[in-house]
């Protein structure tokens, strides 16, 4: 079956290879036309990603389809709402880029997407689950043992910083929480150890298909965890912990409804995060004002328009990259991804982190908007601007098959043999490497080595020397 598939898929990344020669010298239609046309193959690629990949695996709610869509949403949004005619202002229009720099801007992510889809359908493989080397209740008792452990080490690094950021909301509003001075070194301890909270709910969860307590606490924390991110502001530190967190349930404890799915993922996406950007910046006890809500919803435009727009404003990040390299800065050639993996070395001995210093997201904004820059503000980044500008038009189409291979097939040997820790470990990583899709290389590393890999191969170290489960849990 996959051999159709891939057949298919390498029909339409050719024809989407050879569509700016057919362009240039066959239609000769208007920009304009042009990127219409664009927004409609765009939007006819994610379709054929999801079915296709829906039809290879059996599989809906999963890691891969979940990434693909993010990547859409964020990169490519507002191509939806331009094919509907549903964008009011035009699409990007307050950054006022020429027409050529859009068409260029929509065809890099068809490119990237086409090539990303690719690399995942050459790693679908159908394997027969293995069968455990290890007793299952010896896997879910470590798990339990580990998540028990996890929580500990962050629950009051977790108070603490949450403490301090609710002041600062309540104070300042959301924006407030960019004007401190940031926290770098041994100095950001806090910060470092409360992301383990969400590494040990999850653990704890994938551990707990028969401990009705455990499963409660852990679904205890992450949603207290969730729901305070939320009240200050922070969406995607809200949103991504609780995609994984649903993820594990969902393999391991109960099959959750598609129907459930889809229509929890609408109302988070498209109504409540555009309420959360309404009121985030209203300092102090308003946030608990019910009349205010109620006149922010009254006054609010579409709100999954609004929703889907702010979503593809990611969408400038690329077309910015496009105009400024290799025009104002050269190519990276591998350079930004070498100070990625450097992220995994902890900064104990510099002022700042040699990383921080090539920080994309920051170098974009400190360039196009730099008064933005210095109250604070950041435009982030794109996964695919960050292939651009590494290695231009030619290194980006291999550089997106070898993530998509690489995170399909990640996403695969995670569910092959339904092993709670390899799910457990896959779902950690989605909770962090969804906001790769806006962001760059250097976001994503230490997330993966530090609060995901680690507590993995610690877990898989005890249980190469555990022969009976020692530590029976909650």
Known sequence: MKSKYLIIHFSILNFVICLPFLVLFELGLPIPTLIYLECLLLFLLFIWCIFSWKKLTGRFFEPYIIFITAAYLFNGGQTFLELFHLNKYGMLSIYRFPDYTLLKTIYLVILSLACLHFGAILSYSYKKAPKQSINLSIIEAALRRIGWILLG?????????LKEELHIVF????????ERDPEVGIFAWKQILSNFLI???IFLLAGSKQ??????????CILSYCILMFFMGWRSKAVLP??????????LIKPLPTFLCIAASFVVTFILSPVIKAIRNIAGYEHFSLNLLIHLLLDMENPIVLAIYEYGITMRNIAFTLELVPSTRPFDWGLNYVYAVLTIVPNLFWEIHPSQLHHLGSWLTSTVAPLYYAQGGGYGFSFIAEAYLNFGWWGTPILMIIIGYFWAK???????????DKIALAASFLSFYLFFVRAESMSIIRPFVWFCLGPYLFLRMCLKFSK???????
């Open 153 to 161: 080490i962050s629950f009051m690094p977790t108070l603490i910083t």
């Open 171 to 178: 104070e300042k509003g959301y924006f407030g929480l960019f």
């Open 199 to 201: 590494v040990g709910s």
């Open 211 to 220: 401990r009705l307590f455990s499963r409660m606490f852990s679904l205890f």
């Open 242 to 251: 609780i995609v994984g967190y649903l993820w594990t349930w969902h393999k």
């Open 410 to 420: 990640f996403s695969l040997w995670s569910q092959e043999a339904q092993s709670p």
């Open 468 to 474: 009976t489960p020692h530590f029976d849990g909650l």
